[in-house]
């Protein structure tokens, strides 16, 4: 366990058997503590030729309560945690040498720490652009090791947006600025074919996606992935129970709903993958075809205009329902 910040905690991850399994740069997995129960999804902070897989979790100061207070606050070295994955599509191939334009704020660097350290090993020649935004410019989390991939990576620029001023070092810009969508297009990588990913809170990247949306950046230029605070992307309690109704995904999956989160986590519980992308309402990637019954959405979530399309991340039951879409078990 490594502490990057006041709120930020590493998690370094060895196999008990001792085979990693092999994962794409940007990918995540879901972690459950011993014994099972609640589970929460994290990105791998980790390189493709690191020896052991990193979490890197935001415990929020202001909950004692929830899933990451008590990884942080609980879980001891040589604890037990249950893995699952990894899994995702907000993720890049390690050996790809096409030019990248990442942006990020807070925790949200975590998957592009793992594309830095994989490009330190597979690909250090290839073009990357981050833009990372923090509140706290002295001493900021990964810092160092920004620096270090700085090192590293002979064609890395990061540009730190921070709300109070610090001086720039060499190719480490600070700047006492908002990010928005003109910074992104107007980086050289973007003008020579970069695909862009955002990451972070669900305001960051959706102001962002509608920024570029606004400039007319095709959607293949782009992609995102929301970290949702936790206790944020959950069902009102006292809303509609839907403990009792079952689920049945394709002829695959079968079984009473539970109290899982939405209907991604839920497949994902159960041991299986589900395509995903942003994993909160944002890309689309996880909509799946709702053969019957009927469904309902997280607060402020607008459902598909198509009645037979169901947002996996952001719904749950409100009657028995049957699904179709592409799950597959999960490795771990
Ligand atoms: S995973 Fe992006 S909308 Fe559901």
């Not at 706290?136 to 990964?142: E, K, L, N, S, V």
């Not at 991939?149 to 921070?162: F, G, H, M």
């Not at 395509?275 to 959405?297: F, H, M, Q, S």
């Not at 947002?311 to 009657?319: D, G």
Request: hydrophobic share 45%.
């Amino acid at each position: 366990m490594i502490r990057e910040s006041a709120e930020i905690t590493s998690f370094w991850l060895k196999p008990e058997d001792g085979a990693l399994l092999p994962f794409l740069p940007g990918q995540h997995v879901i972690v459950r503590m011993p014994g099972g129960g609640d589970s929460r999804v994290y990105s791998l902070s980790s390189g493709v030729a690191d020896t052991a897989c990193r979490i890197s979790v935001r415990r929020d100061p202001s909950r004692d309560a929830g899933f990451t207070a008590m990884l942080v606050d609980r879980i001891k070295v040589g604890d037990a945690l249950r893995i699952n994955g990894p899994m995702g599509s907000f993720a890049v191939h390690p050996a790809d040498s096409s030019p990248l334009v990442l942006a990020s704020v807070g925790v949200g660097i975590t998957p592009f720490l793992s594309i830095l350290r994989s490009a330190i090993a597979l690909r250090p020649t290839r073009p990357i652009h981050l833009f990372h935004c923090t509140d706290t410019p002295a001493g900021f989390a990964f810092e160092g090791e920004l620096q270090s991939a700085l090192r590293l990576l002979p064609n890395l620029q990061i540009d730190v947006l921070a709300k109070a001023p610090r001086c720039s070092e060499e190719r480490l810009a600070f700047s006492q600025a908002r990010l928005d969508a003109v910074r992104l297009v107007s980086s050289p990588l973007f003008g020579a074919g970069a695909r862009i990913m955002l990451c972070g809170s669900p305001g960051f990247v959706e102001r962002l996606g509608g920024q570029l949306r606004a400039h007319g950046v095709a959607d293949a230029r782009w992609t995102s992935e929301l970290f949702i605070p936790a206790g944020k992307a959950h069902f009102q309690a006292g809303s509609a129970s839907a403990g009792s109704f079952g689920v049945k995904v394709n002829a695959t999956l079968e079984g009473a709903w539970g109290d899982a989160s939405n209907l991604l986590e839920w497949i994902e519980a159960a041991g299986y993958a589900a395509p995903n992308g942003c994993r909160y309402r944002a890309c689309g990637a996880c909509a799946a075809r709702l053969v019957a019954g009927k469904v309902e959405y997280l607060p402020g979530v607008t459902a598909p205009t198509d009645p037979g399309t169901v947002l996996l991340c952001t719904a749950r039951p409100a009657s028995d329902i049957e699904l179709e879409t592409d799950i597959h078990p999960i490795a771990g």
